[in-house]
C-alpha cells in the first residue's frame, strides 16, 4: 500500500499489517459477508451500551443476521475494560457457543473483545496472558469495527486490560489476537460526543508521535507513523470544529489506524508510561492522561529526537522538539483537555510515588532518551 498517496474519499481494501482491511463510507453492510467468509457460524458480537443508541450495534447485528449467521450481542465492555469484565464476556460467548468475536465500538471494546478471546479458548484468568505469546491453543478468529478514530486497537495484537484489583494495565498480546479483519467506516466515529472525540482524536495522535521515536522504530514504523501524523494532524482541528465534516472523519480514522499499526511495530515511550498510572490512580481517562504528558515528554526527548521529530513533522526549525510540543498544547486546548496535573487533582506530594509506578511501565523501556525515576519525576513536575 502507497502509504503517500492514501485514499480518503473513496472506498477501496488492501492488506495493513496480518488483517484484511475494508475503507470506505457505509461498509459497515458488509459486516456479514466478511465474518462468513472467515468459515464461522455463531459469532459473537462484542459492544458497549452507549453505542446502543448510535445504533451501529444494531446494524451490525443485521449485517450478520442477513448472512445466515447466528449472532448473540454481548453489551458489557467498559470503558478501561477490568480483568472482571472479560470473564463476563467470556462467559457469554461460551453461552452462545461462539466461534467467532466481532468488535464493534471504541479502542475499550477492541481490547475487551481480544481478552475475552484469551479466556473462552486458552481459559485461566488475564494474568496468566501478561506479555506475548502465552497462550497455548488457538484463538478464534475475530473482526474489528471501530467507531471512534483514536487507539487503533483494531490494528494491533495486544490487548489492554486492567487487572481488576490494583487497576494497573496489562498489556495481553499474541500472534492470534489481531483481528482477520477491520471495518473502517468513516460514518461510524462521527455519531461520537465531542469530548470522545477530543480524547480519542489526541490519542491517535500521540500513537503517531511516540511511535516515530522509540528505540524499536523501523523503516515501516517511520513511514507509518509519518503518514498517521500528516492525517491526523490535517483532520483533528476540523473535526472538532466542524463535526459533520465527512472527509476529515476519513482522514481521522484511517489515521488512528495507521497509528495503532505503527505502535503494533515499535511500540510507545514515555508519554504513556506517565499517563497509565494517572489513569489508574486518578481514574484520568486515557487520551487525556497521554496529552497532559506528551508534550513535556517530547521537549525531554529533543535532546536526542530534534532531527526525528523534525522529520516526522516536516518542520523547518531547529528546535523541532519544541513547536511540536507547542503544536500539541494547542491541539490539547482546542479538545478541551487539561493541561496540567493540578487540574486533576493530583497532589504534589503524590509525584515521588506516581513516579515510581511510571518507571516500572513497560512503555518506558522504549523510550528514546532513558526515563529512571528522577527523570519521570521531574516530568511530572513539569506537568503540575
Known amino acids: 500500500m502507497d502509504l503517500h498517496a492514501i485514499d480518503t474519499q473513496g472506498s477501496w481494501e488492501a492488506p495493513i499489517g496480518t488483517a484484511r482491511v475494508l475503507f470506505g463510507s457505509g461498509r459497515l453492510a458488509e459486516l456479514g459477508e466478511v465474518t462468513a467468509g472467515l468459515g464461522v457460524r455463531r459469532p459473537l458480537l462484542v459492544s458497549d451500551p452507549g453505542l446502543r443508541a448510535a445504533g451501529h450495534p444494531a446494524v451490525a447485528e443485521a449485517a450478520l443476521s442477513h448472512a445466515g449467521l447466528e449472532t448473540a450481542v454481548w453489551y458489557g465492555a467498559a470503558e478501561n475494560p477490568t480483568a472482571a469484565d472479560v470473564e463476563r464476556g467470556a462467559q457469554a460467548a461460551a453461552r452462545h457457543r461462539a466461534d467467532c468475536l466481532v468488535a464493534v465500538g471504541g479502542g475499550s471494546t477492541m481490547d475487551c473483545a481480544k481478552g475475552i478471546n484469551f479466556i473462552c479458548t486458552n481459559g485461566g484468568a488475564m494474568t496468566d496472558y501478561l506479555g506475548y505469546g502465552k497462550a497455548t491453543r488457538p484463538l478464534l478468529p475475530s473482526v474489528g469495527v471501530p467507531t471512534t478514530a483514536g487507539t487503533g486497537s483494531e490494528a494491533q495484537s ?14 495481553c498480546g499474541d500472534p492470534g489476537a489481531g483481528f482477520r479483519a477491520v471495518i473502517l467506516d468513516p460514518e461510524l466515529p462521527r455519531t461520537a460526543p465531542p469530548a470522545v472525540a477530543a480524547r480519542s482524536g489526541l490519542d491517535a495522535l500521540s500513537h503517531a508521535v511516540e511511535s516515530f521515536v522509540t528505540t524499536r522504530r523501523n523503516a515501516l514504523s517511520s513511514a507509518t507513523s509519518r503518514a498517521a501524523w500528516r492525517l491526523l494532524d490535517g483532520a483533528l482541528e476540523t473535526v472538532l470544529a466542524r463535526p459533520t465534516n465527512g472527509l476529515a472523519w476519513a482522514q481521522m480514522l484511517l489515521g488512528a489506524h495507521l497509528a495503532g499499526a505503527a505502535v503494533e511495530q515499535s511500540m510507545l515511550g514515555a508519554a ?17 492522561a497521554v496529552m497532559l504528558m506528551l508534550p513535556w515528554v517530547v521537549r525531554f526527548n529533543g535532546a536526542v529526537c530534534e532531527t526525528l521529530y523534525r522529520e516526522l513533522t516536516g518542520s523547518a526549525s531547529a528546535a523541532a522538539s519544541e513547536a511540536l510540543a507547542r503544536r500539541l498544547e494547542t491541539l490539547r486546548a482546542a479538545g478541551g483537555l487539561p493541561a496540567t496535573l493540578r487540574e486533576v487533582d493530583v497532589e504534589r506530594g503524590d509525584l515521588p510515588p506516581l513516579a515510581r509506578l511510571a518507571t516500572s511501565e513497560w512503555t518506558a523501556g522504549f523510550n528514546p532518551r532513558p526515563v529512571g525515576e528522577e527523570e519521570v519525576r521531574r516530568l511530572y513536575e513539569a506537568a503540575y
Not at 495486544?158 to 498489556?171: C, F, P, Q, R, V
Open 158 to 171: 495486544y490487548a489492554l486490560i486492567s487487572n481488576t484489583e490494583t487497576h494497573d494495565k496489562m498489556a
Open 272 to 288: 504513556h508510561a506517565t499517563a497509565n498510572p494517572l489513569t489508574a490512580r486518578y481514574g484520568v481517562t486515557h487520551g487525556a
